[in-house]
Structure formats: structure tokens, C-alpha cells
């Protein structure tokens, strides 16, 4: 007689499905009536809650997807229309790491990576590693300004160990979304806060980014304390383009404010009089930085 479990997808490959249960692990595999005409959108994600029926030979099926309270997810244009592929379901936490320097940090990523989170209503950490390269002081003086903004914000060395458990305080409980550039550390900053987590996690993304027609795996590794990390780098390829131009000062937090007070309703906030985000700019209450990347997100300027 099947018996049915729930469970959350950990691994997603191939149309195989790791999920997490009570009793262990369970490969899965997607209820034939579950597919039928889901054309639009991945139907399973790693992340998913499930119900599963465990089979006589150990394996499971997955019988039914609950109802999902976040998502990262991309819009692929087809021959048919659009396609959501849904990279990560049920995320808590986004976590952003650059580099402070070495390689110097590519804030306009950083400022997109925000945008994408701010669209998606998923809560962003950022973090700039390789503090000891540069110190506490010059950090605050070159990155401090995405805390006044309302990130929260985390300055760490993989080197000497600053900042981490911090970072791993900050983790612990949640379904956290890794992503960054390559040669911030990390790999090492996962390492640091869960010896082999790192390793894991890249040998997932280094699979998923071989090449265009290699299996794309996506995995997430439970954290000791609990919680899981997911190294998430099909963000890199995430684009803007189903994002209106005139959308998109409402997801820079310093200026959506701003917007109702200037005296166009489609003010675009790069050279009409009596903008209120340009005054802001003025006056020192948002950094030039950002607005330098608003106007190149929406203009390519």
C-alpha cells in the first residue's frame, strides 16, 4: 500500500526530483496529470513543497505542488509567447557578494541583481568580501551607501574570518539564493561558514554553465543549523526586458518615493524641470552612484 509523505525539492535534474522527507530522501518523479497543459511555466522548482506517494521500490511520486510563497524566476521569450523558468522557489533571502576589490566591484550588476530582487519581492543581503584588502574604513567610505539606501549590509574577509558568523547568523533558517561574480570567494565564504558547502555549490554551477545544451542542475544544501544555500548562476543571464522603462524607478527604494512629487507623471528623471529624484540627487539624498545606474538600466547611458 503507498503511503504519502511531504517533503521539499532539493534537487531538480533531468526530470528527477530529490525531495527532502521525514524519512530521508526520495527520488521523484512529476504525476502525469500534473503536466498536462503547463506550457507557460516550469511545474516543479527546487524549493517545492510537495506531497509525495512512496513507491514499493523506494522511489516517489510527487502527487501535489503547494502553493508557492516566492520565486526566483526568469521570462524567456518563445515561438509561443513567454516561458517562466522558475530558477528557485520559496526563497527568503537573496544574498549579492562582490568583492571589495580584487576584482574591483561591478556596482551596475550589483544595482541590476537589486532591481530583479526588488521585482521579484524578495528580500536582498548584500555582501562586499576581501575586507582585508581594503579595510573597514574605506569600505564604509565606498560601499556604505547601499546601507543608507536600506540594504542590509556586510562587510567580510573569507581571509581572516570577518564578518562570517555574521553571515551565518544572518542564513541560519532560510532558504538563502547565493549568486555573485566569479573571484569574489564565494566558493570560500560558503566553505568558511560550512566546510564542503562551497565545493558543493560549485561543482552544481560549474556543471549548469558549461555550455548551452548541458543538463542543468540545480541543487540546494542544507545548513547545519538549518536553513539551505543555493548557488543560483543562471542570475547572471537574468535580463530586464519584460521590466517598462517608466516602471522602473519604483524599484530603486530611494527614489519610488519620490516619484509622485515630480511635476510630469512620466517624468523620467534624467532632464525634465521639477524632478523631484533629480533635486535628491541635488541635495545629496540619493548617491550619484545609483542614479548613474538608473539612467543606465533604463537608457544605456
Known sequence: METTTTGVVLR??????????SGGRVICQLRGRLK???????????????????????????????????????????????YRQILLANVDQFILIFACTNPPPHLRMLDRFLVIAEKQEIPALIVFN???????????????????????LLFTSALDGRGLEELKAQITGKLNAFTGPSGVGKSTILNRVQPGLGLAAREVSDATGKGRHTTVVREMYPLQGGGYVVDTPGIKALALWDTEPEELDGYFPEMSPLVQHCAFNDCSHRVEKGCAVRAAVENGSIHPARYESYLKLRFGE
Not at 531538480?12 to 522527507?21: A, E, I, K
Open 12 to 21: 531538480s535534474q533531468s526530470g528527477f526530483y530529490h525531495v527532502q522527507t
Open 36 to 82: 498536462r497543459n503547463r506550457f507557460d511555466s516550469d511545474i516543479l522548482a527546487v524549493g517545492d513543497h510537495v506531497d509525495v506517494s512512496l513507491q514499493m521500490d523506494g522511489s516517489g511520486m510527487v502527487e501535489e505542488i503547494h502553493p508557492r510563497v516566492s520565486m526566483l524566476a526568469r521570462m524567456d521569450p518563445t515561438p509561443k509567447g513567454i
Open 130 to 152: 576581501k575586507l582585508d584588502l581594503i579595510g573597514e574604513t574605506e569600505a564604509e567610505k565606498l560601499y556604505g551607501y547601499y546601507r543608507m539606501v536600506g540594504y542590509p
